[in-house]
């Protein structure tokens, strides 16, 4: 009965695109399947194959996911003014960060930092899903958050490290990314808060504009701005060069492994541009996002583009990795736009699958628009099973 009402809904759009909502809501089967293929090629791999996934070390205890409430989720304009303008969406981020702590005292996942020349990027599980990051110059001793949704759990991070709080990059307002600046703020006097002036960031005392860039030590950081998520939504590029290795991109919400961010304050044409931006840089880039979403995400890209080799490579990898409960970050955008659905709207499979055609003028980035729109739309109603 669902696939006949899914049919029915996507009428007019052609048949590819009622079986691509036949495939969203069959979704959940095809990953139970996904995951038995894996588990039956650990249990069968022969010496000579690749190596055994290591086991999880004794004490880093193995919860079985549980996604927790995503404020955003079916999100209304009423409770999306209440969550991002009153108190009541900061009493809700305290809630989840509550319940967030109890279920996962040690973080949702296992991570590794990346060290290069030095220059290392620690990754810290926050929350029931989210990333902040800290960026430190290992020679001064000096560290910058990226959304520290935690401040406990940063807090730990600086003192683990042994490093100096100067510098806070928000991405955006919302409280699951810019929830802990306060206390960090009040903890580091000499720590400076850096986002948008168009975003409302809480206890923002260095406002950043697009190219500007942020020094500390040896790291230069570049601020990009891409609205779409938020008005005033920015990306942070970590320029490689001072330390001789690859250049990293820390991508909030704008941005995750295989996924986009949902567009609450832009439409499609402001989020295709912010897109844009980030397709600009260099393919080596590593992406650093906001959200451990990969599996979620690669399931609905292969619904969408069910014969790409390298989506079906990575959602191996990823669901190895998600079994023993380790991050699946950073990726490259090299990678991502192998597979990632939402940086393939040039794609000719894809337009011809789900596109509406070029616009009444044969425009091509009107095409591309409302292609991201279409996929947007169906990954919310994938999601939302």
């Known amino acids: 009965m669902a696939a006949v009402v899914a049919a029915t809904a996507l009428k007019g759009r052609g048949a590819r695109n009622a079986r691509v909502l036949r495939g969203i809501l069959a979704g959940a089967t095809a990953n139970k399947a996904s995951h038995n293929r894996i588990r039956a090629l650990q249990s069968h791999s022969s010496p000579e194959g690749k190596e ?49 702590r109890n279920r996962y005292p ?74 802990g600046n306060r206390d960090l703020s009040r903890r580091h ?21 697009h190219q500007d860039v942020v020094s500390v030590g040896r790291l230069q950081i570049r601020a990009l701005a891409t609205p779409g998520h938020t008005q005033g939504h920015l990306v942070y590029l970590l320029d490689g060069e001072p330390y001789k290795g690859p250049s990293c991109l820390f991508s909030g919400d704008l941005l995750f492994l295989s996924g986009c961010g949902r567009t609450f304050e832009g439409n499609a044409e402001t989020m295709l541009s912010s897109l844009d931006t980030v397709l600009g840089l260099g393919d080596d880039t590593l992406l650093w996002p906001g959200h451990e979403y990969a599996e979620e995400n690669l399931g609905f890209a292969g619904v969408v583009e069910p014969e790409n080799l390298a989506r079906e490579r990575k959602m191996q990898w990823v669901q190895r990795q998600r079994m023993e409960r380790k991050g699946t970050c950073p990726s490259t955008l090299g990678e991502e736009r192998s597979y990632n659905p939402f940086l393939r709207t040039h794609c000719l499979e894809l337009q011809e699958a789900l596109g509406p055609g070029p616009g009444p003028t044969g425009d091509d980035e009107c095409s591309r628009a409302q292609l991201l729109e279409e996929l947007r739309r169906l990954k919310d109603m994938h999601k939302s099973k």
């Open 52 to 100: 055994e996934p290591e086991p999880l070390s004794p004490e880093l205890e193995y919860i079985p996911r549980k996604r927790g409430k995503n404020p955003m989720k079916a999100v209304g304009l009423a409770w999306y003014s209440l969550y991002t303008r009153t108190w009541l969406g900061y009493l809700f981020y305290r809630q989840q960060l509550r319940r967030a």
């Open 106 to 179: 040690k973080g949702h996942s296992k991570t590794q930092p990346r060290l290069f020349n030095g220059v290392k990027v620690l990754p810290i599980p926050v929350l029931s899903d989210n990333y902040s990051y800290l960026i430190i110059d290992t020679q001064a001793q000096l560290a910058v958050a990226v959304d520290p949704s935690d401040p406990r759990a940063v807090q730990a991070s600086i003192e683990k490290e042994g490093v100096t709080l100067v510098a806070i990059l928000c991405t955006h307002k919302h409280w699951d990314h810019s929830g």
């Open 189 to 209: 006097r000499d720590c400076r808060v850096y986002g948008s002036p168009q975003d409302g960031i809480p206890y923002l005392t260095h406002p950043l504009c």
